[in-house]
């Protein structure tokens, strides 16, 4: 019984000093750090806005479970083309994180949504299916949010409603991105043809990839009439379950406006 005991002891000392190390991390190395410090520089850092881009990654970070201390990059301030954000995406453009315990225990730096997605997913061993087919058909499906529903609802959004004054005389911006928009929805209506998720019953990252950017071209640009939203009615079912799970009614709204 008291080798149990020491044993059970030694353990929990053990587990304190690996909790006060993750507590310790340094980040030092990333000049992002400056300018949004981390309190808690052990868990996952987020860079981020509440868009269709940036909530993927909170939504997924709330699914998994793991800790994450959120910073806003406001637009309107143009923190994204801030020396200290370029420092972490050279791309100027959210989301993108810091793991403090990265591969080999170091810290690591990301951006591009679609790669924080496969990194998480492959980190933690979940919403990435473990046959090999399986997961190569679901990254299939990841790409095709981030090279086309993406892009597509994007440039829609943008000439709809934030350069409709620009494009009051030339129709053609906003029904090339639309109808590009409704050819790649037909992709999705056709796919969640009896499939509760892109890749069955199973949810996964392509889910968390796309969905997003239907709701946020509804609810972010008012282009649901536009989009003719009531012609697919597979996808929206599959946005309102995807809207529904805790983790995405949670993370649609981080970072939270400070």
């Known amino acids: 019984m008291n080798d149990l005991i020491y044993a059970a002891q030694a353990a929990g000392a053990a587990c304190a000093v690996r909790f006060e190390e993750h507590l310790m991390a340094d980040l030092s190395a990333f000049p992002i750090t400056k300018r949004w410090p981390a309190k808690n520089p052990g868990i996952v850092q987020l860079y981020s806005l509440p868009t269709p881009n940036g909530v993927k990654i909170s939504i997924v970070l709330e699914e998994l479970g793991l800790p994450y201390e959120p910073h806003r990059i406001s637009f309107d301030t143009n923190d994204q083309k801030s020396v200290e954000f370029l420092s972490l995406n050279p791309n100027g453009r959210i989301p993108a994180i810091i793991d403090p315990n990265g591969p080999g225990g170091k810290p690591i730096g990301l951006f591009e949504s679609g790669a924080i997605l496969l990194y998480l997913a492959e980190k933690t061993g979940k919403l990435l299916p473990s046959d090999a087919a399986a997961r190569y ?115 649609m709204e981080i970072p939270a406006k400070g």
């Open 137 to 251: 058909e679901t990254i299939c499906w990841v790409m095709f949010q981030m090279g086309g529903v993406g892009p597509m609802l994007g440039q829609f959004g943008h000439f709809f409603k934030f350069a409709a004054d620009k494009v009051a005389n030339n129709s053609y911006p906003v029904e090339r991105y639309r109808d590009e928009s409704k050819r790649l929805l037909s992709v999705l209506e056709g796919r969640l043809q009896g499939r509760q998720w892109l890749m069955g019953e199973e949810y996964t990252i392509a889910d968390i990839a796309t969905y997003p950017w239907v709701e946020g071209a509804r609810r972010f640009y008012g282009g649901a009439d536009e989009l003719d939203y009531r012609s697919f009615p597979n996808v929206m079912a599959w946005v309102e379950r995807g809207l529904a799970r805790p983790a995405a009614q949670k993370g």
